[in-house]
């Protein structure tokens, strides 16, 4: 972690290798950086499917899994060629919605053009830049590449 003691500025690094911090899986951005595609904490549903140039789908709210977009269907922001790619999590902004919640709660797939998504104020909760496995290691020799 990189000024862990300013949330405005903490930069977090997951590893594939924990034990060596070798092998960048994650990089959890602060609120105040963006990704390279321009994704930032803070952007809406509607704002990050512009970007997107369609609609973004994403795991329902209110449980383990809520607002993470897994499905990356297609639309400019995730190229699965490219070696990273944008991670992000949406979350509602409003606590106590007067709407019934339920299509768009718990394991379900929602889009980002569903209308109860803007009612509940969903936005980018947190935003980061995921990387590929690294070809070759396995994770399970103490941290070394596997030879090919």
């Known amino acids: 972690m990189v000024y862990g003691d300013d949330p405005d500025r903490k930069i977090a690094f997951q590893w594939f290798d924990e034990a060596n ?3 960048v899986s994650y990089v959890d951005l602060p609120p105040t950086l963006a990704t390279p595609e321009g994704l930032y904490v803070g952007q809406t549903a509607a704002e990050v499917a512009a970007l997107n140039g369609e609609p973004v789908s994403f795991a329902g709210f209110w449980w383990d899994y809520g607002g993470y977009v897994f499905l ?4 400019k922001l995730w190229n699965t060629e490219a070696p ?3 991670m992000i999590r949406f979350a509602p902004t409003v606590e106590e919605p007067d709407v019934d919640v339920t299509t768009i709660s718990g394991d379900v797939t929602v889009t980002s053009d569903d209308p109860l998504v803007a009612k509940v104020g969903v936005k980018v909760q947190t ?11 396995d994770g399970f020799d103490e941290g070394e590449p596997v030879e090919e």
């Open 21 to 23: 911090t070798r092998f």
């Open 84 to 86: 990273c790619v944008p």
């Open 127 to 137: 935003a980061g830049m995921g990387y590929q496995y690294p070809e070759g290691y």
């Open 72 to 75: 990356h269907e297609g639309g």
